[in-house]
């Protein structure tokens, strides 16, 4: 995946249509905030926690539209930010690592306050 591509298409269709006076952390956030809420809102009612949604094209379909316009917004923010995503999400992952320990955790969903 090339994120430098990705940054400059969405540069430039804020750029044509002016709307970069729009784009700071606070409206970047509240739009992909948003956009969130759009994707939770699919599978709201789900019985069956989202699997027969995926299955349904038309309904993947809006998944994916919904996911990229998540995907976008972060990548805007990331971009505004002047931010190294790689190593910030690396790093994320090392220290979710170090709270959640394989042999407390293994099989269980609890937060890392609740382990023992």
């Keep these: 995946m090339d994120l430098e591509k990705i940054k400059l298409k969405l540069k430039e269709f804020a750029e044509e249509r002016d709307w970069e006076q729009f784009h700071d952390p606070k409206n970047l956030s509240m739009a992909l905030s948003v956009e969130v809420a759009e994707?939770?809102?699919i599978?709201?009612?789900s019985?069956?926690?989202g699997l027969d949604e995926i299955?349904?094209?038309k309904t993947?379909?809006?998944i994916e539209k919904e996911i990229a316009d998540i995907f976008n917004y972060l990548i805007k923010l990331v971009d505004l930010l002047d931010m190294d995503?790689?190593?910030a999400a690396l790093e994320k992952i090392e220290e979710n690592a170090n709270k959640?320990?394989?042999?407390?955790?293994k099989g269980i969903a609890v937060k890392h306050s609740k382990i023992k």
Excluded: A, H, S
Aim: no cysteine; charged share 40%; aromatic share 12%.
């Design 39 to 41: 994707l939770v809102e």
């Design 43 to 45: 599978f709201q009612w």
């Design 47 to 49: 019985k069956t926690g």
């Design 55 to 57: 299955k349904n094209p």
């Design 60 to 62: 993947r379909k809006e």
């Design 85 to 87: 995503l790689e190593k």
């Design 100 to 105: 959640y320990p394989v042999l407390k955790v």
